[in-house]
């Protein structure tokens, strides 16, 4: 059963503890992207990986971290510093070639700071 | 900055009632265009998209979109909506040299029977 998944579906964390959520999947897709969705906002780019070992900031990084050790895997850590954390974060990928530009979704983790 | 509008924050329509949703993209050259449909509890989907060729796509569950590139435009529609059809639409931008998408702010529909 290909696809992406996420975990966990909701997590609550404690202010000023970081929290990683983790984002796998199975398509054997070059790219990977985190995306983060507040109501009425859309989605905003976190970060994203084109290949293993290399990520790139996306337009609100600040207060996140990644890391890209293997291809079917994209953690994405939510750190102390990020100031309003609260939100419904989505991770896709993308296959390089041929129809390189449709992105795939997984389900979610939302995420509430108490 | 490149950006995407969707000036349709809340639809309510009636069933049978005809849908169009605008979406609009700020320039930025070479665009590949899409619109995704979050159902409620379910995964983001992808509802149809635009590379090039013929500007008038189709899409799942019988919508469709125009691409009109003098206005920037890639409005969303569908002759008649369906109870089922209550979602969030979102519509999105790649722009050529970036390989992420742009989102617009969504528009939630509800479909009332």
């Known amino acids: 059963d290909g696809g992406i998944t996420q975990s966990p579906k909701y997590l609550f964390r404690k202010e000023g503890q970081n929290v990683t959520l983790s984002c796998e999947q199975n398509l054997n897709h070059d790219a990977m992207y985190w995306y983060r969705q507040d109501p009425g906002q859309g989605l905003r780019l976190i970060y994203y990986s084109q290949i293993v070992n290399d990520f790139q900031k996306g337009d609100i990084a600040e207060g996140y971290s990644v890391s890209r050790e293997k291809k079917e895997s994209f953690p994405l850590t939510v750190t102390s510093a990020q100031k309003n954390p609260t939100a419904f974060y989505l991770c896709?990928?993308?296959?390089?070639?041929?129809?390189?530009?449709?992105?795939?979704f997984g389900p979610g983790t939302r995420l509430t700071v108490l | 900055a490149q950006s995407v509008s969707q000036h349709n924050h809340h639809v309510i329509l009636s069933e049978a009632a005809s849908l169009e949703l605008g979406c609009n993209y700020s320039y930025g050259g070479t665009v590949n265009l899409f619109w995704y449909v979050q159902y409620p509890g379910q995964h983001l989907q992808l509802l149809l998209k635009?590379?090039?060729?013929?500007?008038l796509v189709k899409g799942i569950k019988g919508f469709e979109a125009e691409f009109i590139k003098s206005k920037f435009s890639f409005n969303l529609r569908k002759p008649s909506v369906q109870w089922s059809d209550t979602a969030e639409y979102f519509c999105a931008v790649i722009y050529t040299g970036r390989r992420a998408l742009t989102f617009g702010s969504g528009t939630r529909l509800q479909v009332q029977p």
């Open positions: 896709a990928s993308r296959i390089s070639g041929g129809d390189t530009d449709t992105q795939y």
């Open positions: 635009y590379f090039s060729g013929d500007p």
